[in-house]
């Protein structure tokens, strides 16, 4: 079983930068992908970045590549999320999800394939 809870939102002007943090209860170092994704009001639930926590091989989507940046540090069983030159479009709810490799029979951009989710962190980018 693992617990994910987010944190570290809030707003902020465009242009600027945020980070949010995910903590795990259970041991994710290896075998797991851990992935934010966002929902905005109306809208669907998008993927945002991955972490394959064995390899550190990360995927992002193309609406934040180049932007934001996802990482681990596995002494705190933590994964983070750098955002970047942030824009009024990037405001959403921002999850947490993790899921073993083991049980991963697709890509790790679909909401589906995730086992365990976090409560979610606001962040909201003003013009």
């Known amino acids: 079983q693992v617990r994910l809870v987010e944190s570290g939102g809030g707003s902020v002007r465009a242009g600027g930068s945020l980070r949010v943090s995910c903590v795990a209860s259970?041991?994710?170092?290896?075998?797991?992908?851990l992935a934010w994704f966002r929902q905005g009001p109306g809208k669907g639930r998008e993927a945002v970045a991955g972490i394959y926590t064995t390899s550190s091989t990360t995927y992002y989507s193309d609406s934040v590549k180049g932007r934001f940046t996802i990482s681990q540090d596995n002494a705190k069983n933590t994964v983070y999320l750098d955002m970047n030159s942030l824009k009024p479009e990037d405001s959403a709810m921002y999850y947490c999800a993790a899921v073993s490799t083991n049980n991963l029979r697709g890509s790790w951009y679909d909401p589906h394939e995730y086992t365990y989710w976090g409560q979610g962190t606001q962040v909201t980018v003003s013009s």
């Open positions: 259970g041991d994710i170092r290896s075998r797991h992908v």
